[in-house]
């Protein structure tokens, strides 16, 4: 992949308010039993969330766990004002995060008070430990926008917890696909071979005419936001056309590929559970 790859941004990120009186209704929005779509003509201001104990701040909350659909992972995008956030941002301390930063800056610490805060401009990547402690607050001015993804953390006997990350994508060369001519790449935060980690969220990049040439069809869940440019994806048993601020909402074992449509490059974030045995609930004897 080309430095220009490792670029941040620009990444789509929802503004808000609401189209005219005028508009047609008729969108691309779709919920059925294997997935979800969720344009981004559908993040206006009337279906965002507010949470405790954060200033300042509006969330368009865009999965969560449901029961029979996609049961391991929730994901908001955070919006903060300046001034805005938190100093007791997650409310469960079993619950791991991962911040990404779509655009402002964010100041971010983790662990004891008085730690040197990070601070995340576009592109910002941080891994949050179950109990790590963190805080987050918008110090730079303008508005901040950042996708907030949370799961139970599943831990192993011998295994530790993993460690707390701070990065960007651009310090992170993409792996290319076998066979792909670097067309198709995915940009690993943490190594995919540690097994204290028990969730990835990567970011997948395609070059126009680029595809996934086969129906992925697997046990893990996805939540894929589109970052930028535009695509067709093949979703269960329909081709879905998705553009930058699109977001998809994938159960387990829902067949999935997709056609990169350019004339620029198609980039998602993507969620997934992984490295872990299924767990059994207490009526399987």
């Given at each position: 992949?080309t430095?220009e790859?490792?670029?941040?941004?620009?990444y789509?990120?929802?503004?808000?308010?609401?189209?005219h009186q005028?508009?047609?209704?008729?969108?691309r929005?779709v919920?059925?039993?294997a997935?979800?779509v969720i344009?981004?003509?559908?993040?206006?201001?009337?279906v965002?969330s507010a949470?405790?104990?954060w200033?300042?701040t509006r969330?368009w909350?865009?999965?969560?766990?449901m029961?029979?659909?996609?049961e391991?992972f929730a994901?908001?995008?955070?919006e903060?004002?300046?001034?805005?956030?938190?100093?007791?941002?997650?409310?469960?301390?079993?619950?791991?995060?991962?911040?990404?930063?779509?655009?402002g800056t964010?100041s971010?610490?983790?662990g004891?008070?008085?730690?040197?805060?990070?601070?995340l401009?576009?592109g910002?990547?941080?891994?949050l430990?179950?109990g790590?402690?963190?805080?987050?607050?918008?110090?730079a001015?303008?508005t901040a926008?950042?996708?907030?993804?949370r799961?139970r953390?599943q831990p192993?006997a011998?295994?530790d917890?993993?460690?707390?990350?701070v990065t960007?994508?651009t310090?992170?060369?993409p792996s290319?696909?076998?066979?792909?001519?670097g067309g198709?790449?995915?940009?690993?935060?943490?190594?995919?071979?540690?097994?204290?980690?028990?969730m990835h969220?990567?970011i997948?990049?395609?070059?126009?005419?680029?595809?996934?040439p086969?129906a992925?069809?697997?046990?893990m869940?996805?939540?894929?936001?589109v970052?930028?440019?535009?695509?067709?994806?093949?979703?269960n048993?329909?081709w879905?056309e998705v553009?930058?601020?699109d977001?998809?909402?994938?159960r387990?074992?829902?067949?999935q590929a997709?056609?990169?449509?350019?004339?620029?490059?198609?980039?998602?974030?993507?969620?997934?559970?992984?490295n872990?045995h299924?767990?059994?609930p207490a009526?399987?004897?």
């Open positions: 992949m430095n790859t490792r670029r941040a941004g620009p789509h990120a929802p503004r808000g308010g609401l189209p005028t508009q047609l209704m008729t969108d929005a919920f059925t039993e997935y979800a344009p981004r003509g559908t993040l206006r201001d009337i965002t949470f405790p104990f200033d300042d969330a909350v865009l999965a969560r766990p029961t029979g659909f996609a391991t994901q908001a995008i955070v903060i004002g300046p001034g805005g956030g938190s100093e007791t941002p997650e409310p469960e301390a079993a619950v791991e995060g991962i911040l990404f930063v779509l655009d964010v971010v610490t983790l004891p008070n008085g730690q040197a805060p990070h601070d401009g576009p910002g990547y941080a891994y430990p179950p790590c402690g963190w805080t987050i607050r918008n110090r001015g303008g926008r950042l996708h907030w993804i799961k953390y192993v011998g295994l917890h993993p460690d707390p990350l960007n994508e310090l992170i060369p290319p696909m076998p066979g792909t001519g198709w790449a995915t940009t690993h935060f943490v190594d995919p071979a540690d097994m204290r980690h028990d969220v990567t997948v990049t395609m070059d126009p005419g680029a595809c996934i086969f992925e069809t697997h046990v869940e996805h939540g894929l936001y970052l930028e440019g535009k695509a067709v994806y093949h979703l048993r329909d879905i553009e930058a601020g977001f998809m909402w994938l387990a074992f829902c067949p997709c056609y990169a449509g350019g004339p620029g490059r198609f980039r998602y974030l993507l969620y997934k559970d992984v872990r299924a767990t059994f009526w399987v004897r």
